[in-house]
């Protein structure tokens, strides 16, 4: 949690300046990337937009005094940006992930950071060169593209605990339609004719069997 929330603290603010307040990246890449994936008239719109709400954040954010304009803030970003990938380079290592031998959600938050950084066309970009140096980010990255992103690479059987998950989830549907089953099959019988409880004919009194007797 502390490496997530430092990298949301630390890098995402430059990965949105980088993608959608550099104007040349913004122009070259990123506008004609979305638009080309929106349909009208929101290819007009969409891009726009993003990148309005990406410079609010921005200066929200990190734009406190006296640091009010973007062209004030660029430095502090990248600054930061650039520690953050140090300290991830630092924690990971000579290791596939950063924590064992099998990935975690850190290495898959890591690595929705760092792989569009990585492997995107940026005409200019600072940060993509800094990360560029850092070897065991770029061999993090690739190997995770090429573990779980190849598509020539057979799925893997869903782990034992989704499938024990699963199995119960269906034994669970079978008897919940068994027990409404039951309980309809029990309801018909209560409602049908033959199983409807017979009118006692209630047993007459003493007067009345005195009235009746002859004289």
């Not at 502390?2 to 630390?10: D, R, S």
């Not at 990148?51 to 009010?68: D, F, Q, W, Y």
């Not at 309801?187 to 007797?213: G, Y």
Request: overall charge neutral.
């Amino acid at each position: 949690m502390a490496y997530i929330a430092l990298l949301e603290e630390k890098l995402r603010p430059a990965l949105m300046h980088t993608f959608w307040v550099d104007a040349e990246n913004y122009v070259n890449l990123t506008r004609p990337w979305f638009a080309s994936r929106s349909p009208f008239p929101l290819n007009f719109i969409v891009p726009g937009r993003l990148a309005s709400t990406a410079l609010s954040r921005i200066l929200l954010t990190k734009g406190e005094a006296p640091l009010h304009r973007i062209t004030e803030v660029e430095g502090k970003l990248y600054s930061d940006a650039k520690e953050c990938l140090n300290l991830l380079s630092y924690r990971l290592g000579t290791a596939s992930y950063f924590f064992g031998n099998s990935p975690t959600s850190l290495d898959a938050f890591v690595f929705g950071f760092l792989s569009p950084l990585y492997k995107a066309g940026l005409p200019s970009s600072p940060l993509q060169s800094h990360l560029q140096q850092l070897h065991n980010l770029t061999s993090f990255c690739d190997n995770i593209l090429a573990l779980y992103f190849n598509a020539d690479r057979p799925c893997p059987p869903p782990p034992v605990q989704e499938t024990m998950d699963a199995n119960l989830q269906k034994l669970t549907q079978l008897v919940n339609k068994e027990s409404n089953l039951i309980e309809k099959m029990d309801d018909n019988l209560r409602s049908s004719p033959q199983h409807k409880p017979h009118r006692v004919d209630p047993k007459p009194s003493l007067a009345s069997e005195k009235s009746s007797t002859p004289a």
